[in-house]
């Protein structure tokens, strides 16, 4: 069984950094996954962030202006993301997942499975 | 980015109802789609990927249906426990998008 824990600050000032980090279990780091985040909000509704494999090969949502890094801890399993130069913007309830990779149809493509139960981030001062 | 628009964004009905909620790609998106059931505090749950075929354990009253921009989720004799929201998201390129949620409420 595939599970996730997300921590991290609950709030963070505007302009600093948010991070967080999903600490995986039931599943190797290593393996076969996209490990993804995404995040959810009253005005934007589910938002994909960006995903990452355990080579370091990574996807990022251009909407979020090179603000956003993530990386991987083998040592630890988890991986981890950092949201540069915070705005209100940025609140939401932050989710990891891990998301098995596949390729078909033309396309490699990666399942939105397993989630963790999400973190709230306020950005406010 | 692609757009995907639900319809309705919320509905009553009773248990045993059909329920049928409608997604639409704002282009081809061939059957690159999924389902997510959200209860209140809890993290979306993946229903359906492909468009039709349903998650291990999910029950055989969900199905989905749909090809290249439009798709459905059909719950037969709604039960109790089925009363949440429920977005689709194309995985067919980057970024994966999400639907704004449909609610089915008890009515």
């Known amino acids: 069984q595939v599970q996730l824990q997300e921590s991290g600050p609950g709030l963070v000032k505007p302009s600093g950094t948010l991070s967080l980090t999903c600490a995986v279990s039931?599943?190797?780091?290593?393996?076969?996954?996209?490990w993804t985040w995404v995040r959810q909000s009253p005005g934007k509704g589910l938002e994909w962030i960006g995903q990452i494999y355990h080579d370091g090969n990574s996807n990022y949502n251009p909407s979020l202006n090179n603000r956003l890094t993530m990386s991987v801890d083998e040592s630890q399993n988890q991986f981890s993301l950092n949201l540069i130069s915070v705005t209100a913007a940025d609140t939401a309830l932050y989710y990891c997942?891990?998301?098995?990779?596949?390729?078909?149809?033309?396309?490699?493509?990666?399942?939105?499975?397993?989630w963790g139960q999400g973190t709230l981030v306020a950005v406010s001062s | 980015d692609i757009q995907m628009t639900q319809s309705p964004s919320s509905l009553s009905a009773s248990v045993g109802d059909r329920v049928t909620i409608t997604c639409r790609a704002s282009q081809d998106i061939s059957n690159f789609l999924a389902w997510f059931q959200q209860k209140p505090g809890k993290p979306p749950r993946s229903l359906i990927y492909?468009?039709?075929t349903l998650e291990n354990g999910v029950p055989s009253r969900f199905s989905g249906s749909g090809s290249g921009t439009d798709f459905t989720l059909t719950i037969n004799s709604l039960r109790p426990d089925d009363f949440a929201t429920y977005f689709c998201?194309?995985?067919?390129?980057?970024?994966?998008?999400f639907g704004g949620g449909t609610t089915v409420e008890m009515k």
């Open positions: 492909a468009a039709s």
């Open positions: 997942v891990c998301a098995p990779g596949y390729c078909g149809s033309g396309r490699c493509y990666s399942l939105f499975r397993y």
């Open positions: 998201q194309h995985y067919y390129t980057y970024p994966p998008t």
């Open positions: 039931g599943a190797s780091i290593r393996g076969s996954y996209w």
